[in-house]
Structure formats: structure tokens, C-alpha cells
């Protein structure tokens, strides 16, 4: 079954930097990847970062310039640099479809003080 698959998470320490990936589990069937959403232990998701159609980009307030949203030229992967990082960003990461249809398995970040 087509799916989305995320990468890139794992632990880090205060002002440091992550960049995670999303690629598709099918090359067959392509599921574009356009958002990263975020939840943490207790608190609603939010949304971190999108990509409209034309390629401009979108971010949550608390972002404030820390991470890039980017995709190769076919969407096939979907990318999040995420630097200057801060104990509030600890969270599972998930890349997200276009309307939410699709929804990758969530790659933990820990941001340690």
C-alpha cells in the first residue's frame, strides 16, 4: 500500500539542527506531499510549513525563520530544515498529503535543553 515514510528525526541538543525527509514507499503511485504537521505529548497538532501549488511557501507562527520547507521539482520527496531548534519544538513530525488525504507514520523530534 502506497504510503508516506519520514526520516531525519532523532535527538538534539538546543540551537541545533535536523532536516527531515518524506519520500513516497511506492514509486507507482505518487502521493504529493505538500505539509509537515507536528504533535506533542498532550498538546493539539499544529501545522509547521506547506507548499502551495506554485511552489510558495507557508509556516506556522512559531517558526519565525527557523525552518525551510523545500520538495524536488517532481514532489516526489518533501523536505524540512529545521535549525536553531528549541526544547518546545519536540514533537512527531508527520508529512502530509494535499487535503490531508495521506498521512506519513511521524518521526520524533527531541530537542534537549
Known amino acids: 500500500q502506497a504510503a508516506l515514510v519520514e526520516s531525519g528525526g532523532g535527538s538534539v541538543q538546543a540551537g541545533g539542527s535536523l532536516r527531515l525527509s518524506c519520500a513516497n514507499s511506492d514509486s507507482t503511485f505518487l502521493i504529493r506531499a505538500t505539509m509537515w504537521y507536528r504533535q506533542a505529548p498532550g498538546k493539539e497538532r499544529e501545522l509547521v510549513a506547506g507548499l502551495t501549488e506554485d511552489g510558495s511557501a507557508y509556516y506556522g507562527r512559531f517558526v519565525k525563520g527557523r525552518f525551510t520547507i523545500s520538495g524536488d521539482g517532481a514532489r516526489k520527496s518533501l523536505y524540512l530544515q529545521m535549525n536553531n531548534l528549541k526544547p518546545e519544538d519536540t514533537a512527531t513530525y508527520y508529512c502530509?498529503?494535499?487535503?490531508?488525504?495521506?498521512w506519513g507514520q511521524g518521526t520524533q523530534v527531541t530537542v534537549v535543553p
Open positions: 502530509v498529503s494535499a487535503g490531508e488525504h495521506y
